[in-house]
């Protein structure tokens, strides 16, 4: 005989009480993890442990089920959102092993004019942007910091542009994993989560590349530079916007920051700034081939090609677009298509990995990568996401555990007596996760669900105060201890 367990809101029968109790699991991750800087896998184990005690012995969680949740969590970080990363991670070391990687950093310091103030926009806000997309996971910031400091940056001064320049993109990262993390623990449309995270970005992108020049040069600075700033920050902005909205989370970084590095380029072309501000004599660039500046970009341009158009026949299939081809319409698309997409469609979860994998794959054989440099890579990548997914997995299975058990409703309820003030707080509770954890993911994972039932309770849209727990950790992660090691 099956029986059935509700969650209880109250469990000791005191709000305050009940709320820190519910607090202790989340209090012992971000402490361990962000002020005694002990590894990810640890802290997370931790407080996995402190929640599965709790849910049992205070919440009245039956056993088998408190289990389950957090093995669901844990399945549910290895797919989709470790395989994910481990794709686009790949593509990532494919063109570093075929030598593309060089080739782009070339094209970039070739075309940053040898002014600071310029490279501070090409290299750190636009390809910063692109490695976070792709990658995302420090990757950002330890690449683009060097990468400057290659043309002429102190290294002080590359690591903090580097750092600021890692925030309006975060949400989008590593093919949208926040976003697609965030829809998991919460149950919201990944799609409205999505669009609503690109309606509160932009605003950031947007000002960016100025306060980027601001930092870099000054006020004088940025008055001989700020018709640049605004076409770098406002390509980005608009196709952030754009892509998160129609398209959806996977590739809004990565189509943003191509939008923004060849609109900055074509502009650059027609307009120069009335006088050069280099960060000190920086060595001079190799001249790159056209040829050469289509294989530096073929990774990137093929990975976006392929999300768009896995996450068009998603939406079509889902009917909310139509055929952009007039004499074809759905039954058409269906006939012809349906047969073939069903086997990704109907693993979802799995399908957004799986279309990376297939552009890391199609990227090897445009460039005529050696089997051996295919595999060296894939076999680096594994190397490098071993540990993060075991600290991801953890963090998954102990937000599950945290949610099915009622924590975070109690602790959401709790935080629902602020009224009307909440949703001011909402986004410094997202700040406060990233700065401590160092990853918009798992402020997500974390506090995605508490935000949620907060919304609930005060009657504002769920959406939207989720939506504002990504969007506010995003500047937390550039003063996060872990961002800044990783920069160092």
């Not at 902005?237 to 996977?250: D, K």
């Not at 555990?401 to 009622?406: Q, V």
Request: glycine fraction near 8%; charge should be positive; include cysteine.
């Amino acid at each position: 005989m099956n029986t059935m367990w509700s969650q209880p809101l109250n469990p000791l029968h005191s709000m305050l009480g009940s709320a820190l109790a519910a607090a202790v699991p989340l209090a012992i991750l971000l402490v361990l993890m962000g002020m005694l800087r002990k590894s990810g896998y640890i802290s997370a184990a931790w407080g996995l442990a402190s929640a599965g005690a709790l849910a049992v012995l205070i919440w009245g969680m039956p056993l088998k089920l408190a289990l389950a949740s957090a093995v669901y969590g844990f399945v549910y970080a290895l797919w989709p959102i470790m395989w994910i990363v481990f794709a686009a991670l790949w593509l990532y070391n494919l063109s570093v092993e075929t030598g593309n990687f060089d080739l782009l950093r070339t094209w970039m310091a070739e075309h940053a004019a040898g002014d600071a103030r310029i490279q501070a926009i090409l290299v750190a806000f636009c390809f910063g942007a692109l490695l976070e997309g792709t990658a995302g996971f420090g990757a950002p910031v330890a690449v683009a910091a060097f990468l400057l400091m290659g043309l002429g940056f102190t290294p002080r001064r590359a690591v903090t542009v580097a750092l600021i320049a890692n925030t309006a993109p975060v949400a989008f990262g590593a093919l949208g994993i926040p976003i697609v993390a965030l829809a998991g623990v919460t149950g919201l449309d990944l799609m409205k989560l999505s669009a609503m995270v690109g309606r509160q970005l932009p605003f950031l992108s947007f000002v960016l590349p100025s306060y980027l020049v601001l930092v870099v040069a000054g006020r004088k600075g940025w008055k001989e530079t700020w018709p640049a700033a605004l076409v770098g920050g406002g390509s980005f902005a608009l196709a952030q916007f754009a892509v998160s909205n129609f398209w959806g989370p996977y590739v809004a970084d990565i189509v943003a920051a191509l939008a923004s590095t060849f609109a900055l380029v074509l502009f650059l072309r027609f307009w120069k700034p009335p006088s050069v501000a280099p960060e000190r004599s920086s060595p001079d660039s190799s001249v790159v081939s056209t040829r050469d500046a289509l294989a530096a970009w073929a990774p990137w341009i093929i990975l976006s090609g392929v999300m768009l158009a896995w996450s068009y026949f998603r939406l079509f299939q889902k009917g909310h677009l139509v055929f952009p081809v007039p004499f074809l319409n759905r039954a058409v698309f269906i006939t012809l298509y349906q047969k073939p997409y069903d086997a990704l469609y109907s693993f979802e979860p799995l399908a957004a990995g799986t279309a990376a994998l297939a552009a890391t794959l199609l990227t090897a054989l445009v460039l005529r990568a050696r089997p051996a440099q295919v595999l060296s890579s894939g076999l680096k990548t594994l190397r490098q996401v071993r540990v993060p997914a075991l600290t991801v997995c953890l963090i998954v299975a102990l937000a599950y555990l945290y949610n099915y058990s009622g924590m975070a409703y109690t602790l959401g309820a709790a935080l629902a007596a602020l009224g009307g003030v909440f949703p001011l707080v909402s986004g410094f509770l997202g700040w406060t996760a990233c700065f401590l954890s160092g990853s918009d993911t798992a402020s997500n994972l974390l506090f995605g669900n508490l935000q949620v039932a907060a919304a609930h309770q005060i009657g504002v849209n769920p959406v939207l105060l989720a939506a504002t727990n990504s969007s506010g950790a995003v500047t937390g992660k550039m003063i996060s201890p872990q961002n800044i090691a990783v920069g160092v």
